[in-house]
């Protein structure tokens, strides 16, 4: 592998993944780690080329994020795992549990969309506007072309078909925010087409589980915590 993944780790137990969203960090889910930790050890990660992990030379894609994350459990003999995805987090855990079923436990999707049509298209459209911009001087710029691969996780990932995602056999709990930036729509789509899956909307916007760390922790607990 050619990066090492900056993390931050608390608590004993079960392991429980953090995936954090597009352009952030694991300090994303600082409101988070403390309660999770209680009942389970928790790795907050920095996908690759976002914090502290350093971008390496493999493809900048959620695809090749599920990878590195297929790497990092093995290098800790993790066989599975919880694992909580926010965002491009979701869209990576999504993936991975497409390819790597038998590595997860259960799945938390938030905020999470099966392409880019799934986002209201007020924020999308000014995304795919500085996507191009950040290409065209990328050639001339770092900072341009660092920002064209972030934008363009948004444009050109993940590209998961409804079909698809009959596939997940973990047990999913689906969770957004009521003013979420993923249409309500396509969030109850995923959901309803996840095998027995769960789905939450709870009073915030899109970085709900920021604005509102007592009621996304406590739904997150619930699913994680009740015994089917």
């Known amino acids: 592998m050619d990066i090492k993944h900056f993390f931050v780790e608390a608590g004993a ?16 889910f600082s409101g988070q780690i403390h309660d999770f930790s209680e009942y389970y050890h928790v790795y907050a990660l ?21 990878e590195d994350l297929k790497i990092f459990m093995d290098e800790r003999g993790m066989k599975k795992a919880h694992i909580l995805g926010f965002s491009d987090g979701g869209n990576i855990a999504m993936i991975f549990a497409l390819r790597y079923p038998e590595r997860v436990d259960r799945l938390i ?10 986002v209201k298209r007020s924020v999308q459209i000014p995304v795919e506007i500085g996507y191009r911009v950040a290409r065209f001087f990328s ?12 934008l363009g996780l948004m444009v050109n990932d993940p590209n998961i078909s409804v079909l698809q995602l009959s596939n997940i056999r973990a047990e999913t709990l689906v969770i957004a925010g009521t003013k979420d930036m993923i249409r309500e729509e396509h969030t109850r789509l995923i959901a309803g087409n996840i095998p027995g899956a769960e789905l939450a909307i709870i009073p915030g916007d899109h970085f709900v589980a920021a604005g509102n760390p007592a009621a996304f922790n406590e739904r997150v607990l619930q699913f994680l915590l009740f015994q089917r």
Not at 16 to 25: A, P, R, Y
Not at 139 to 150: D, L, Y
């Open 13 to 28: 137990g079960a392991p429980l993944i953090l995936l954090h969203g597009n352009g952030e960090d694991s300090g994303y």
């Open 46 to 66: 920095d996908t690759r080329g976002h914090g502290r992990t350093p971008r390496g030379s493999m493809p900048f894609t959620i695809r090749q994020f599920a």
């Open 139 to 150: 050639v001339i710029s770092k900072k341009a072309e660092k920002n064209a691969e972030i």
């Open 109 to 118: 999707l938030n905020g999470a969309n099966l392409e880019p049509g799934g």
